[in-house]
């Protein structure tokens, strides 16, 4: 069975930064891709940044250029670098690995941007 946990959540100021972790108990390289997601309170969980099996990399407008996804081969993990964090970037984080129409999901982990 396929489970992925995140971590690396927490409280950072406006202008911080933070790493996410989403370890996989299974290699990386099964999924068609692994991709980040984040819901804040009241609103739909948004697609923020997503990696191939090939190593490509495309994330949403609103973190360009802020955040950065890249992938632990060795370690099963996929890491999120969030840098610049912005109040609105408050939400909780999830992990989601697919492959051909089945997505796996993390249970998420918490970020507050706050000062």
């Known amino acids: 069975q396929v489970q992925l946990v995140e971590s690396g959540g927490g409280l950072v100021q406006p202008g911080g930064s933070l790493r996410l972790s989403c370890a996989a108990s299974v290699s990386a390289l099964n999924f068609d891709s692994i991709s980040w997601y984040r819901q804040a309170p009241g609103r739909q969980r948004d697609m923020v940044a997503v990696?191939?099996?090939?190593?490509?990399?495309n994330y949403a407008d609103s973190v360009k250029g802020r955040f950065t996804i890249s992938r632990d081969n060795a370690k099963n993990t996929v890491y999120l670098e969030m840098n610049s964090l912005k109040p609105e970037d408050t939400a909780v984080y999830y992990c989601?690995?697919?492959?051909?129409?089945?997505?796996?999901w993390g249970r998420g982990t918490q970020v507050t941007v706050s000062s």
């Open positions: 989601k690995a697919s492959v051909t129409k089945i997505n796996y």
């Open positions: 990696i191939t099996r090939g190593g490509s990399a």
